[in-house]
């Protein structure tokens, strides 16, 4: 039988669901309480979307974020577990989905900002998420990534693209089974930008008070295929 990763990935959050919505919600990564979230929040809402679909929502804490701040948002994510959970908060609304199935068809709505929240971790997964983004978007609809800044990684992987063994390190004990990461340096991630409709994204790096370094890399890019 071959390996394949695209379904280990998903494998992973399917025995990882109990302890990730304990670490959200709990407030245990550290980066997330000191940078990542507010950073996320803060590309979204200066942009001033009416309509966002959060793509691999897991828990949901983002959706409710943003429908706490008037925005109409939709949470996908292919983990009914996540999806219940985040249903049972009473904030947005939620469907069970893979990236795969993302199109006009199976979602009946369009939306002015897609956000993918350190939710892209594939190969395949993530060409087909950039795939749907001109039928998911309105004319003029903006995606926003936030993912690990590729620079972070350069000491555990080759530079060059490719699958790298995951881990859990940092995380909780309650955590097992991590699944492997296509490691994208910079130019592949704008690559997808600009092969999919997209002007050339802009890059925010959110910095780490504590180490001064990136924290993360933010890529915020304007549709303009479908105008
Ligand atoms: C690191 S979690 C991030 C969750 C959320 N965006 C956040 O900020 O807390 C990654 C999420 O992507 C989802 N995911 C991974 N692959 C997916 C796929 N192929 N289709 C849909 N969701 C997927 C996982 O189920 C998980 O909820």
């Given at each position: 039988m071959s390996y394949d990763p695209e379904s280990k990935i998903i494998n992973s959050w399917k025995k990882n669901v109990d302890p990730w919505i304990r670490a959200v919600r709990d407030h245990e990564i550290e980066t997330r309480q000191l940078v990542t979230n507010k950073a996320i929040v803060d590309a979204i809402l200066y942009l001033s979307p009416k309509s966002v679909i959060d793509i691999g929502?897991?828990?949901?804490w983002l959706v409710r974020e943003l429908v706490g701040r008037g925005v109409n948002t939709l949470g996908i994510d292919v983990i009914r577990e996540f999806v219940e959970s985040a249903k049972k908060e009473n904030s947005g609304r939620y469907r069970v989905l893979?990236?795969?199935?993302?199109s006009y068809q199976t979602l009946g709505e369009r939306f002015d900002m897609i956000v993918c929240n350190f939710s892209l971790f594939g190969s395949k997964s993530v060409e087909s998420v950039f795939h749907s983004t001109a039928e998911v978007l309105n004319p003029n609809g903006v995606l926003v990534i936030q993912t690990l800044h590729p620079d972070n990684h350069q000491g555990e992987v080759s530079a060059s693209e490719g699958w790298v063994e995951g881990s859990w390190s940092g995380?909780?004990?309650?955590?097992?089974?991590p699944a492997p990461w296509y490691y994208r340096p910079l130019e592949s991630w704008i690559k997808l930008f600009t092969d999919s409709g997209f002007e050339m994204p802009k890059i925010i790096e959110p910095a780490n008070p504590i180490t001064g370094k990136p924290a993360s890399i933010i890529f915020v890019g304007n549709h303009v295929a479908n105008c």
């Open positions: 929502c897991g828990e949901g893979n990236y795969d199935e993302l995380f909780s004990r309650e955590f097992c089974d």
